[in-house]
Every structure is written in structure tokens, then in C-alpha cells.
């Protein structure tokens, strides 16, 4: 995304309740779902601005993450997006606090991938494969393969934060998530995290004494490792 993206409101979490006559009502109940998420960023020391883009963005992701000036920018694409509603919509009432903070957690994921300057690398040890199925051309394969890896490791931190504040949800959003990553749309595609998901199958998956990203660390170590062996 480019830089004028962030040039709108950006919004800072000073207590538990958003209040702002600016933001819209949909706007306004994602950060109030999000906002467990994101002040566990502030207590990890993440540097994460929110911002609320002002235009029109249709065909948007509702909430996304991007990394700009050494600063971690969560994104909500909200106005004349009509995603925006639909997904929370779809979500099953009992789940939708649990699914967003899902949500949220895996955009932290990336950031905190942004900030240790890791983003698109492979940790020490593990070499890219060499080839893989479609697409044929060299260059948008490495990007598929890039962006598979950090939607894997993303995944798995949303699930650790289901495993620590939602452990009687987890089962339920577990599947949740696995079926909308199974779907027809995402086999071998960037957003194909099925491999990473199926080793967290319970909360027990997750060390508990480490924080989140330290959690998702040695399962999305495995995940790349049968991916990588997959591949050859």
C-alpha cells in the first residue's frame, strides 16, 4: 500500500471504549471487537497506529496490516465497503467476538514479522523450494510462497490468542477458520494455510508461557518444514 493511504485519522487506543463522532458504526464496532487484541500489542510494545481510511475502498480486506516508516499500521477499508458488514454478518453470533480478535491477532503477526525485519525471510536453517505448482512464472511463485508462509504464521498467532483468551471457543473457531481457509478458492494459493492449521488442532499445541508469537514460532517451524519437503 502507498504512503497516502496513511494519511488519514489515525487513532490511538486510550481506554477500553472507542468513541469517535468520525468513525462509522461498522468502523466502530470493529475496533470495539478488535480492542482486546491491539492492547496487547501496546503490552508488547508493538508500534501500531490504527487507521481509518476515509475514501471509498470497495474489494478492500475490512482490516489489514502494513508497515510504514518503521511503524506497524492496522488498516480498516470500511466505507463503501460492503465486506465490511458481510463479514461480520456472517460470523456466528457466539464466535464473533472470538473470530475478530482472531482476526486482529493475525494482523499483529505480521507486524511483529515487520518489525524484527524477518518479513518474507525463511528462519535460519530452511532454504525456499525450488519448484512448485502453478503459477509457472518464477517470480510470482516465490511471491505465492512468501505470502503463504507469513499467512501461516499469522494463522497460527490468531489461534494462540483463541488458545489463551477463548480456550472453551477454540474448537469452534479452529473449524471455523479451517473451513474458510479449505475453501475451493485457496487450495495452493497464497492464503492456503490448511498445512499450519491442522498442527494446532487444541489449545495444548501452544506453549502457554511464551507470548503469542512465541507460541506460533515452532509450529509454523514444522509447517514450513513438511511445506518445504512437500515441495521438492
Sequence with gaps: MKKRLFAACVFWLASAAWADASLTATETRWLQLSGPAIRYAREQRLPLDIVVQPQPTPGNAPLAMAYVDGRCKLVLSMRGNPEAQSTLDEIPPALLAPVVEAMAAHELGHCWRYVRGAWHTLPAGFASAARESAPASPQLRANMQQTRREEGFADLVGLAWTAAHHPQRYAEVHAWLLKFRDEPEHPGSHHDTV??????????????????????????????????????
Design 195 to 232: 498445512a499450519w492449521l491442522r498442527l494446532a488442532p487444541a489449545p495444548s499445541a501452544f506453549a502457554t508461557p511464551a507470548n503469542l508469537f512465541d507460541q506460533a514460532w515452532p509450529l509454523w517451524q514444522q509447517g514450513l518444514q513438511q511445506h518445504l519437503s512437500a515441495a521438492d
